[in-house]
């Protein structure tokens, strides 16, 4: 005996995927049994949803058009940079490389949180609580505990979510140049665990620091990143870099870029042993040599590009920039203008105060000079109450004679590329330089650092450097708009969804037509909203609560 079938969707939801299937039950003699109709899984949300409402409705489906009487209309939760963000990540292999475990989910959370708006874990979760994230990645309630424990997974598979973005972008675009810089960020208090005093670029000479190494490609496209503790010296970083690309990446015929400071003698030998060639530059001190040993010429150093190739096959192309020459002079008057405000000064102080000392005076002098470093060129004396200082000619002149001048070594070979290629691939260096730049100031705010264990700051570090690919490619497709990203960004978070409510519970959220400005936006973007986005309703929480004092700011 057969039964009417009853039709229904059956949903299986796993770590890797999620299984719609159009299905009936029945019961023939006796026993419950199960037809499977169609697999639907290539279906939206959306369309799951639609399909699930005409089957509630099937026997009479007359009352889908009574629905309109118990719905309503509100204003929902702010939509359109999420939206945007998330396309541009996904786009990028971000979204597949991070995956799509719940872990996948959070760290993709903070790098979205991390380019709309910064700040701290706290900080995300408030985000979060004002927009639709939770229905555009699928994700569940979380709070800041969540996110900072995401770090240290962030940190334990940052080595595979490196690779798998290495092979998409290797896949799209190859090369074998691979750029490398390293900077420094100071912390706010000691206890970081990787925290230490060092060479500090950022001029906070009195704040212990973290020592971050960015490898990118010839691009600038970020292949990489290391944090060390703040006492690392820049070449101490080379061999963790050479490490990743050879054993890793499993990349060949390689050359690396890097400046004076990095690429020395040892990593020369390091990048030997694995035959793979460098692109750097030589100090002053070592030009200097170098002239002395009549294997440069000062001669060569001139505004057009200049080359000299040794005995051994290493290449010197040499190079005078008369924009940075005139710099470095302008920057030496304007220390001599300095200090002889200072001795008219002094010599006034002396001429007013019969009692004061000459020899104090000069000693202030010196300090200064010795200050500005421009005491190896000039002359302080002082008789009669009176300070002189005597510009020393010679001495200058051999030390402004490389003014401007620079000199690019590399064990490339000429036919693999001229001298011109060589001057800009390691000009390109540039490209990390402007990554510092984005990743350490306001638009994507790298310190404060608001963590202190080792695996959380290596976490935090990389949760920055995939936030700057986003920047970077939306700055690329908005590089003819009149705003930064961030400003852009600002004006997608005012478009909000429209929340579909039927009977008192939000069911789903339409997205408006934006308006013209923001339109352009999206299309320069080339990315597509959706008109309708399902809700779950799921509310995200902060555990700290604001004081009573800042609730009423």
């Not at 039950?25 to 049994?33: A, M, Q, S």
């Not at 939306?474 to 579909?500: F, R, S």
Request: hydrophobic content about 35%; glycine content about 4%; proline content about 2%.
């Amino acid at each position: 005996m057969l039964l009417i079938a009853i039709m229904y969707i059956d949903t299986c939801k796993t770590k890797k995927y999620t299984r719609h299937l159009l299905r009936e039950n029945y019961r023939e003699d006796g026993n419950v049994k199960h037809h499977t109709i169609a697999n639907l899984s290539h279906c939206s949300e959306n369309e799951i949803e639609a399909i699930k409402l005409a089957l509630k409705h099937k026997g009479d489906l007359s009352k889908l058009c009574l629905l309109s009487e118990n719905l309503e209309l509100e204003q929902g939760l702010s939509t359109g940079a999420v939206l945007l963000v998330h396309e541009i990540a996904k786009r990028l292999g971000i979204v597949s490389a991070l995956g799509n475990t719940r872990d996948g989910k959070l760290a993709l959370w903070q790098v979205i949180a991390r380019v709309i708006n910064q700040g701290s874990r706290l900080s995300a979760v408030r985000l979060a609580s004002k927009c639709i994230c939770c229905d555009i990645l699928n994700l569940d309630s979380f709070n800041e505990n969540n996110l900072y424990s995401n770090l240290k997974w962030l940190e334990e598979k940052q080595h595979i979510i490196e690779n798998r973005l290495y092979r998409k972008r290797t896949a799209e675009r190859n090369s074998n140049i691979y750029l490398y810089d390293v900077t420094s960020s100071y912390l706010e208090g000691d206890k970081n665990e990787l925290a230490m005093f060092g060479y500090n670029r950022d001029g906070k000479k009195s704040k212990k620091q973290i020592v971050i190494g960015l490898l990118c490609d010839d691009k600038g496209y970020p292949l990489g990143v290391e944090v060390f503790k703040g006492n690392t010296q820049d070449p101490k970083t080379f061999a963790r870099q050479l490490e990743k690309v050879a054993d890793r990446f499993n990349a060949e015929h390689v050359t690396f870029v890097g400046d004076r400071g990095m690429i020395k003698s040892d990593q020369i030998k390091d990048l030997g042993s694995k035959n793979f060639n460098y692109i750097t530059a030589i100090t002053k001190v070592q030009i200097e040599t170098l002239i002395k040993s009549d294997i440069l010429q000062m001669e060569l150093f001139d505004e057009d590009i200049s080359e000299v190739i040794t005995n051994s096959g290493i290449r010197y192309i040499l190079r005078r920039n008369p924009i940075r020459e005139k710099e470095i002079k302008e920057v030496r008057d304007s220390k001599l203008d300095s200090l002889k405000d200072l001795i008219e000064k002094q010599n006034a102080y002396l001429r007013e105060h019969p009692k004061a000392y000459l020899k104090t005076a000069l000693k202030k002098v010196a300090a200064k000079a010795e200050k500005l470093k421009i005491s190896n060129w000039i002359d302080i004396s002082g008789s009669r109450k009176k300070i002189r200082i005597e510009v020393l000619d010679e001495k200058l002149k051999k030390i402004s004679d490389l003014d401007g001048c620079y000199a690019i070594k590399t064990d490339l070979p000429v036919k693999t590329a001229d001298s011109f290629t060589v001057h800009k691939r390691y000009k390109d260096l540039a490209y990390v330089e402007s990554a510092f730049r984005c990743s350490k100031t306001a638009e994507l705010e790298l310190r404060p650092i608001f963590v202190r264990r080792e695996a959380s700051t290596k976490g935090h570090v990389f949760v920055v450097m995939l936030a700057y690919i986003i920047a970077r490619e939306l700055a690329k497709l908005w590089h003819d708009v009149d705003g930064t990203v961030q400003e852009c960004l600002d004006e997608l978070k005012t478009v909000c969804c429209i929340d579909v409510i039927i009977n008192g519970v939000i069911k789903c959220a339409k997205i408006p037509k934006p308006r013209a400005d923001i339109k352009l936006l999206i299309e320069k973007a080339n990315v597509i909203f959706p008109k309708v986005i399902p809700r779950k309703n799921v509310k995200v929480a902060t555990r700290r609560k604001l004081t009573r004092k800042s609730k009423h700011i």
